[in-house]
């Protein structure tokens, strides 16, 4: 009941910070543009602390799952990867395009329209693959609410059971979640799919930690 209460309250404050906060920002040095539909990378624990503990080398090929403003995909494309980025928002995607090309890695980050690995080709394979997944529960209403609500855990469940078909023998994926959103129920399922989990990073707020998984196969 009170994980419930919180994230009421989360997605309530979201709402705000998206109406009202600025739509130019800068995070680790990286000018980014979003608009209301976009999660501003600023102002949300989650995108500055994902791309912090982005660990790649230029050889590595990366996948940014849900790319939003493109904050992971810009920092692993800054550190010399070839990158991919998804989105289903058509609005998270023309400022992805728009936030590579101002930070000089547009000829590195390809950006992508479309529901999870849909706009992939069959045979693509990835080193890394970056997954920033909505947590909250709730329904999508909008192209915005994608980045927010994954009402029992169904987008995640389609995540895990395909993400391996895109991965190298040797990749994995880099996921961020919350503890107020049953982290243990998404690696329920992701160990139930055959995946094996270990933590890279933890971030304590007043209310919520934040957790950032490396998953292998």
Same mark, same amino acid.
Not at 18 to 46: D, L
Not at 153 to 162: E, I, P, W
């Given at each position: 009941?009170?994980?419930?209460?919180?994230?009421?309250?989360?997605?309530?404050?979201?709402?705000?910070?998206?109406?009202?906060?600025?739509?130019?920002?800068?995070?680790?040095?990286?000018?980014?543009? =979003?608009?209301?539909? @976009?999660?501003?990378?600023?102002?949300?624990?989650?995108?500055?602390?994902?791309?912090?503990?982005?660990?790649?080398?230029?050889?590595?090929?990366?996948?940014?799952?849900?790319?939003?403003?493109? =904050?992971?995909?810009?920092?692993?494309?800054?550190?010399?990867?070839?990158?991919?980025? +998804?989105?289903?928002?058509?609005?998270?995607?023309?400022?992805?395009?728009?936030?590579?090309?101002? !930070?000089?890695? &547009? !000829?590195?980050?390809?950006?992508?329209?479309?529901?999870?690995?849909?706009?992939?080709?069959?045979? &693509?394979?990835?080193? =890394?693959?970056?997954?920033?997944?909505?947590?909250? %529960?709730?329904? +999508?209403?909008?192209?915005?609410?994608?980045?927010?609500?994954?009402?029992?855990?169904?987008?995640?469940?389609?995540?895990?059971?395909?993400?391996?078909? $895109?991965?190298?023998?040797?990749? $994995? @994926?880099?996921? =961020? $979640?919350?503890?107020?959103?049953?982290?243990?129920?998404?690696?329920?399922?992701?160990?139930?799919?055959?995946?094996?989990?270990?933590?890279?990073?933890?971030?304590? %707020?007043?209310?919520?930690?934040?957790?950032?998984?490396?998953?292998?196969?």
């Amino acid at each position: 009941m009170f994980n419930n209460l919180k994230q009421r309250f989360g997605v309530w404050c979201i709402r705000k910070i998206q109406k009202h906060g600025p739509h130019s920002v800068s995070v680790h040095g990286k000018a980014f543009e =979003i608009s209301e539909e @976009v999660f501003n990378p600023k102002y949300y624990i989650t995108s500055e602390f994902m791309a912090r503990h982005i660990n790649a080398s230029p050889e590595d090929k990366v996948l940014d799952m849900g790319t939003g403003s493109g =904050i992971q995909a810009i920092t692993a494309a800054q550190r010399g990867c070839r990158v991919v980025a +998804v989105d289903i928002n058509p609005e998270a995607v023309r400022c992805a395009r728009r936030n590579a090309e101002i !930070n000089g890695v &547009e !000829n590195r980050v390809a950006v992508l329209q479309g529901d999870l690995f849909s706009p992939l080709s069959k045979d &693509e394979r990835f080193d =890394i693959i970056l997954f920033t997944p909505p947590y909250l %529960k709730g329904f +999508v209403k909008t192209h915005f609410d994608h980045a927010l609500f994954d009402q029992n855990k169904t987008l995640a469940l389609r995540f895990f059971t395909d993400a391996k078909k $895109y991965l190298k023998e040797n990749g $994995y @994926v880099q996921m =961020i $979640y919350s503890s107020i959103a049953d982290p243990e129920m998404i690696l329920n399922i992701s160990d139930g799919l055959g995946w094996r989990h270990t933590v890279i990073a933890r971030k304590k %707020k007043v209310f919520e930690e934040f957790i950032i998984y490396k998953l292998t196969r």
